[in-house]
């Protein structure tokens, strides 16, 4: 409610009793009739003359030697002459242009090759260069995989909207062209490898669109190819801003204009910064920033339409029949027959026969021969000796008003910022109180959006923003869930689910904040979900759902008495809302597989062991495999062991010892044989304490899977051999022993093996950026749009944007009537009639779907206000 200011009450001023000033008795000068000798280099008139001049100026510039300037003057030039300073040239040009477009022909090397960031790819990005890519017959096949990005991934500027520079170095041999990005709904950093590509050097400024990310490959090669990146170099930042245009044309114009040698197919919108060494062959049609240091020869082709609409600086010889509508500079000897209706400049000496139209500004010493037609700004110095026609005197109290009277001023409130709708006509009560209900606040707009208000009389804007409203998101009402990974194993038993909050309307956005809190539970029922006769764990999650999706994840670990070593147990979760602890909505159970427990002998009579991963690895992942031995209760001093491995699918990374022996040593060939030994302890006072035992700790051993590994159980890939294990006396209790194997078969195998399983996602989520669509384009024409996102979770937690790969459909045909889409865009426009509370929209990404609930409000009335 904004409250309207009362008026004031101030007497009316009588009108003043001095003469007005007449205007001037000189006549006002006229534009001149006759040819001026030569233009003026310094007064420039706006327009050309009414009759070309006779002959060009021979006036020249003293201001040093002629340097064409980047800067306009405020003196614009005189005739549309061929010259060679700089000009606006609407035609296209030979001389160097600044093109803020993609030059049709660019060149064909970078004009500099310093890149002027530092470089991170070698520190942040776990890839050996040179990296040749073989799976180019699939299309979006990854290049490198987020394992090899996760320290890119952990940089701090790589978060979305900063910016970041690529430069590759690239090779082909497909023969056609090659599009790779970063992952997101339509990638960044994108570059296209040209067919048949050698040693081919590609720089790409980008902002980021999606983190984390990976690098892959957007379509696919048309042969058995393959592409090499010889050299990468990554940086924060526009890495090399003298890059020129590629062999290619850019996709979108550079924010650095280039400079092309080729003239542009159409003129640009900003001066050359040097002039063309040619003239143009038509002169431009606006006229050049400075005058041109070679006048023209000819008098201009064609007279001005029209003289001057300015004075000019000095009086014409021939004065005008009619006065002129601004007064001059100096006045005219001659008094014009009308009075002017702006006083001039000199007052004359005499009062004028006729009052003027407008009384004075200050008041005159002397009171007119006559009173004016109205009272003056300001009270006189004497009073007049006749009463004003208009008010004798003023009133003694302040005039009143009735709060009525401001209703004749229309007043009206609107909406100024936001989204609201008006449901009833505007009221103003007894003490000028202006209020009106608005409604439907959260139409075409997310939830927690900012509305204010302001009103209006006669159409003119009174005070500053009145009532301020902000929408409050629902509480969350209901919960989608799906386990990330739906088997766990001993070595791996954290639960990790993935959830999308909606309100009970469907909404995305809900409510978040300090009563708020999501929990996940965790059910271990024996053998079945139908009676539950187990018992469950309950932790909050670590982190709150994303604010515009919902979207969000939650684990927990499971403990080990939960797994048997009989058979797989199943257990479920669950995830639940709660304000202020107490619960809103609990989603429905999904089953996740506690595989069976393998089984393993312990150590015996002095040897080592060698433990594998017990869960499947994806191609391209880095694990670790433990070294332990069994010192038959001798105190252990120095040890050698051997480890075969499969080099065609392994590769080894490095190794690590316990802290409690000094002085390692290794040898490795690339044929898969890694040998380990150690020369003594770290402390020799401690060595029965910490050396003794069926299962001390010796080494980890870091590996990689190779990428190119397909789905399989590899067999063969681990053999261990202990060489030697020496006690503290220097003698040899074990030598040239086979080592003991641990796999997820178990115990009791020379060789072990491991299980090779691809990324592969497991679900969608998908939402509308506006749920509440309000359909008023009958009335103003208008089409109401709303966006569909998806994101792609995959079982290793990472997810992706796919919105611009699935496929929206409505669930209903007869939602037809209130909401229709284009691709995975909503609309609704007049040629729907209905609204709908609910409207279905199925989301299709291969098998995986989803549904995305809208609303659609339509107007069943319209009532129309009408005042004067």
């Known amino acids: ?117 530092a470089d991170v790819w070698d520190n942040l990005v776990d890839v050996e260069l040179p990296w040749t890519f073989d799976n180019t017959q699939t299309k979006w096949a990854p290049v490198f995989v987020p394992r090899d990005l996760r320290f890119l991934n952990e940089h701090a500027h790589w978060e979305v909207g900063e910016m970041w520079t690529m430069e590759t170095t690239v090779s082909s041999t497909c023969g056609n062209d090659l599009i790779f990005s970063f992952c997101s709904r339509r ?147 001659l008094p014009t027959p009308l009075p002017s209706m702006i006083p001039s400049m000199l007052p004359s000496s005499t009062p004028s026969s006729i009052p003027s139209a407008l009384p004075s500004i200050l008041p005159s010493p002397l009171p007119t021969q006559k009173p004016s037609f109205g009272p003056s700004p300001r009270p006189s110095i004497s009073p007049t000796s006749d009463p004003t026609p208009v008010t004798p005197y003023p009133t003694a109290t302040p005039t009143g008003y009735c709060p009525n009277d401001l209703l004749l001023l229309h007043p009206v409130m609107k909406v100024d910022h936001g989204v609201a709708w008006a449901s009833s006509p ?88 300090d009563e708020f809190d999501i929990q996940i539970t965790l059910f271990y029922t024996g053998y079945t979900q139908l009676s539950y006769n187990g018992t469950s764990q309950t932790a909050s999650c670590e982190s709150l759902p994303n604010t515009t999706s919902g979207i969000g994840f939650c684990s927990m670990q499971t403990p080990i008495a939960w797994f048997s070593e009989d ?9 639940s809302v709660l304000y202020n602890t107490i619960a809103s909505v609990t989603s429905e159970k999904v089953v996740v597989t506690c595989k069976q427990l393998p089984t393993f002998d312990a150590l015996i009579d002095g040897n080592m062991e060698l433990v594998l991963p017990f869960h499947p690895l994806p191609p391209g ?42 002085s390692t040593f290794s040898s490795h060939d690339s044929e898969g044989l890694l040998t380990v030994s150690n020369a003594g302890l770290s402390n020799d006072e401690a060595s029965s304490q910490v050396n003794t035992g069926s299962s001390i700790y010796i080494a980890t051993l870091t590996f990689q899977l190779n990428s190119d590994v397909s789905d399989m159980v590899l067999l063969g890939l681990f053999k261990l051999t202990t060489n030697s294990m020496e006690n503290d006396d220097n003698i040899i209790f074990v030598s040239e022993k086979v080592g003991q194997v641990n796999d997820e078969r178990g115990t009791g195998y020379t060789w072990g093996q491991m299980t090779v399983q691809s990324v592969s996602p497991v679900g969608i989520f998908s939402y509308a950026v506006v749920s509440e669509l309000v359909n ?9 749009t709303s966006s569909i996102n998806t994101v792609l979770i995959y079982d290793e937690s990472s997810h992706i944007d796919i919105s611009g790969d699935v496929i929206c459909n409505l669930y209903s045909l007869s939602d037809l009537e209130a909401l229709s889409l284009n691709s995975c865009v909503a609309y609704v426009s007049s040629l729907h009639h209905r609204g709908s509370s609910q409207v279905s929209v199925l989301v299709e990404y291969g098998d995986l779907s989803a549904l995305v609930d809208m609303i659609v409000w339509y107007p069943q009335h319209v009532d129309i206000n009408s005042s004067d």
């Open 1 to 117: 409610d904004v409250p309207i200011p009362t008026p004031t009450s101030v007497p009316i001023p009588a009108p003043t009793g001095v003469p007005i000033p007449s205007p001037s008795p000189l006549p006002i000068p006229a534009p001149t009739v006759v040819p001026t000798l030569s233009p003026t280099s310094l007064f420039p008139t706006p327009l050309p003359s009414d009759v070309p001049t006779l002959s060009p100026t021979n006036d020249t510039w003293n201001f040093g030697t002629w340097i064409p300037s980047g800067i306009p003057s405020r003196f614009p030039s005189f005739s549309p002459s061929i010259t060679v300073s700089p000009t606006i040239s609407l035609t296209p040009t030979v001389s160097p242009t600044l093109s803020l477009s993609p030059t049709p022909m660019p060149t064909l090397e970078p004009t500099s090759d310093t890149f002027r960031c």
């Open 187 to 333: 990638g960044f950093l994108k570059i296209v490898v040209p067919a048949y590509a050698t040693n081919f050097t590609i720089t790409v400024v980008d902002t980021i669109k999606f983190a984390p990310s990976y690098y892959y490959m957007r379509n696919r090669c048309q042969n058995a190819g393959s592409v090499t990146f010889s050299d990468v170099k990554l940086g924060f930042g526009s890495c090399n801003l003298d890059v020129g245009p590629t062999i290619y044309p850019t996709y979108l114009p550079s924010s650095i204009p280039t400079i092309s040698l080729q003239p542009t197919l159409s003129p640009s919108h900003i001066p050359t910064y040097l002039p063309s060494s040619v003239p143009t062959s038509l002169p431009s049609s606006i006229p050049i920033p400075l005058p041109s240091s070679l006048p023209s020869s000819l008098p201009t082709s064609h007279p001005t339409p029209s003289p001057s609409s300015l004075p000019l600086p000095f009086p014409t010889l021939v004065p005008r029949s009619d006065p002129s509508s601004l007064p001059s500079a100096i006045p005219t000897l």
């Open 426 to 513: 505007t009221i103003m009560d007894d003490n000028s109180t202006v209020s009106r209900e608005f409604g439907l606040l959260s139409g075409s707009v997310a939830p927690g959006a900012h509305s204010d208000f302001t009103v209006f009389l006669n159409d003119k804007l009174i005070g500053q923003h009145g009532s301020f409203t902000k929408t409050i998101p629902e509480m969350a009402g209901r919960v989608e869930i799906f386990a990330v990974k739906s088997k766990i194993y001993r070595d791996q038993r954290i639960v990790k689910v993935a959830y999308q909050l909606t309100d009970s309307a469907g909404r995305s956005t809900v409510r978040l904040g």
């Open 567 to 575: 058979h797989d147990n199943e257990i479920y979760a669950s995830i």
């Open 621 to 662: 992942a880095t694990f670790d495999v433990i070294v332990n031995a069994d010192t038959n209760k001798q105190a252990l001093r120095t040890w050698q062991f051997t480890i075969e491995y499969n080099a065609a699918h392994l590769t080894y990374v490095s190794s690590t010892t316990s802290t409690n022996f000094t």
């Open 776 to 784: 008023i384009s009958p009335l103003n024409g208008i089409i109401e």
